[in-house]
């Protein structure tokens, strides 16, 4: 057998595991591709969980606001009834006590499903950094501020109701407190400030929070939509 002869065997082997190793990397990034592509879907998919809670947060606010709304009003009607004891409409008094420590709604911001695409290290797969990063921003600042005061606001209403008003006002005989001129006197300050400065201050967060979501509701649309997932 001359020298010819013997390579070609050899040849062909060589050939056949270049052929191998080369479809095997071939399937291994045609794999890598296809767990970018599950791992881009599934973080799509919680980003358009994110898009509802903050459309569930956005349709919440109008209620919300139309009574915060109405409280002005109930708080400057308290504030002049407690400045002219002698005149006090007390079922009127008693009622508007009533509607202010059970009707102070507030908003609390959902995030559940941004936590869950930032734990989870979602975050890499969402394309757009600008729109990450808004999101990011939106939800430790924006969102943190109106929780946090949400609760302040609640937490001074309850002071003044449980605290000042049951000094000054008898809830039981719907009527002053025996020589409780001082608290009524001091009630009224608490419940003018109440309306107008808590009360406007709180309103003006809620209009910024619907105002944010607003916008990033139709970018995350337009960037779900771009991506061929919506």
């Not at 079922?91 to 911001?109: E, H, I, K, M």
């Amino acid at each position: 057998m001359n020298e010819g002869q013997k390579a070609r065997p050899w040849g062909r082997w060589a050939g056949e595991v270049v052929v191998i190793v080369a479809s095997v990397f071939v399937a291994i990034y045609l794999e890598g591709l296809a767990d970018d592509a599950e791992r881009a879907a599934d973080a799509h998919a919680v980003l358009a969980q994110v898009s509802a809670e903050l459309a569930s947060d956005l349709e919440s606010i109008p209620a919300i606001r139309q009574q915060q709304g109405e409280l002005v009003e109930v708080y400057a009607a308290l504030s002049d009834w407690m400045g002219s004891p002698r005149s006090l409409p007390t079922d009127s008094v008693q009622s508007a006590l009533d509607y202010v420590g059970f009707n102070n709604r507030t908003l609390y911001p959902s995030s559940g499903a941004w936590r869950a695409l930032t734990s989870a290290g979602q975050l890499v797969w969402v394309e757009d950094q600008a729109l990450v990063a808004r999101l990011a921003n939106f939800y430790e600042n924006r969102a943190i501020q109106l929780e946090f005061n949400g609760r302040d606001y609640d937490f001074n209403v309850n002071e003044v109701i449980r605290v000042t008003a049951t000094r000054a006002w008898d809830f039981q005989r719907r009527e002053p407190r025996v020589n409780g001129g001082a608290d009524l006197v001091e009630l009224s300050g608490q419940l003018r400030y109440l309306g107008t400065s808590w009360n406007p201050y709180y309103i003006s967060l809620l209009d910024q929070y619907a105002q944010e979501i607003e916008a990033l509701l139709i970018d995350i649309d337009a960037y779900l939509t771009g991506s061929g997932d919506n």
